[in-house]
């Protein structure tokens, strides 16, 4: 069966430091993969989302950046944390095929910038 | 995805059907209605999607009106756990499959 990984599960960073959230599927391969985040009261945010390795697409400006090393691994990264950086930050994954119309979803980080 | 209005909050008697509206007048042709529902402090739930036609799963049944301009979700017996945030969106799925949260409906299910 497929799991999707997602940690650390809360994290607190001053401003100005770095950020790399990482997240892992296993069970599946070749899975469109997503970020989202959540700000305090507010609906999901699409942050990135990839169709392959080194496929990352932006949905946001913003001061994160996503990469995908590798097939079953996607990584929230940032130079430099905001205070508006901070929400519940969560990983997505979708099977290929056009008949899987389904995102599963991680457990989250909670990201507090400080 | 296709814009979507849903009520701010809900409430709903344990054991009784919760049934969740929401309109999506302006839903082209090729865009399915999926619903989630969000947990507090957990990631969005799949519970079912569908295009024309009704559909149903073990969670719920999916109502979709003639015209497609609406839908409801129709939870048959509520229990307590039933108690998140419920999204409808509106996608044409396939490599177009990049959901849009809105802030959905609240639904508080009453023992």
């Known amino acids: 069966s497929q799991t999707i990984h997602q940690w650390p599960a809360t994290l607190v960073q001053p401003v100005g430091s770095p950020l790399s959230l990482e997240c892992t599927v296993e069970g599946t391969s070749n899975p469109n993969l997503y970020w989202y985040r959540q700000a305090a009261g507010r609906g999901l945010q699409l942050l990135f989302y990839s169709v392959g390795i080194g496929q990352i697409s932006s949905e946001v400006p913003q001061n994160l950046s996503a990469s995908r090393p590798q097939d079953r691994q996607f990584i929230l990264s940032s130079k430099k944390l905001l205070l508006s950086d901070s929400g519940f930050y969560l990983c997505?994954?979708?099977?290929?095929?056009?008949?899987?119309?389904?995102?599963?979803f991680g457990s989250g980080t909670q990201l507090s910038v400080l | 995805d296709a814009k979507t209005t849903q009520p701010t909050s809900m409430d709903c008697a344990e054991g009784r059907a919760a049934n969740l509206p929401c309109n999506h007048s302006t839903i082209s042709g090729n865009e399915y209605v999926y619903w989630y529902r969000q947990i507090h402090s957990q990631g969005p739930q799949y519970i079912i999607h569908?295009?024309?036609n009704n559909e149903t799963n073990e969670m719920a049944s999916l109502i979709i009106t003639e015209d497609r301009k609406s839908s409801t979700l129709i939870l048959p017996h509520a229990t307590l756990r039933d108690t998140a945030v419920y999204y409808c969106?509106?996608?044409?799925?396939?490599?177009?499959?990049?959901?849009?949260f809105g802030k959905g409906t609240l639904l508080t299910v009453n023992p």
């Open positions: 969106i509106g996608n044409s799925g396939g490599s177009n499959y990049k959901l849009t």
């Open positions: 569908g295009l024309k």
């Open positions: 997505a994954w979708r099977g290929i095929f056009a008949t899987n119309e389904k995102l599963f």
